[in-house]
């Protein structure tokens, strides 16, 4: 409950701080990925299999994007 509340005030957050620069947002969104992630790894016991697969996703996620985007043949 406590990550989803998180996620969502991330979310919306830029769209009413317009005069927010991108290091800000982007520290913000680190800060808060970081103390999830020292959360999860203590008495959650985030273990390393797990947190790998954490990572994964969001990498296949951009290729495919990427692969959208540009197309196979990156025509």
């Given amino acids: 409950m406590i990550a989803t509340g998180i996620g969502c005030a991330l979310f919306?957050?830029?769209f009413f701080?317009?005069?927010?620069?991108?290091a800000?947002?982007?520290a913000l969104a680190f800060?808060?990925?970081s103390a999830?992630?020292?959360i999860?790894?203590?008495p959650r016991s985030l273990d390393?299999?797990?947190?790998?697969?954490?990572?994964a996703l969001p990498s296949i996620d951009a290729a495919t994007r990427a692969?959208?985007?540009?197309?196979?043949g990156g025509v």
């Fill in 12 to 14: 919306v957050w830029p």
């Fill in 17 to 22: 701080a317009p005069w927010a620069s991108a």
């Fill in 24 to 26: 800000a947002i982007a």
């Fill in 31 to 33: 800060g808060s990925f």
């Fill in 36 to 38: 999830l992630v020292l």
């Fill in 40 to 42: 999860e790894m203590g």
């Fill in 48 to 55: 390393v299999r797990s947190f790998a697969l954490l990572a």
């Fill in 67 to 72: 692969l959208i985007v540009t197309g196979i």
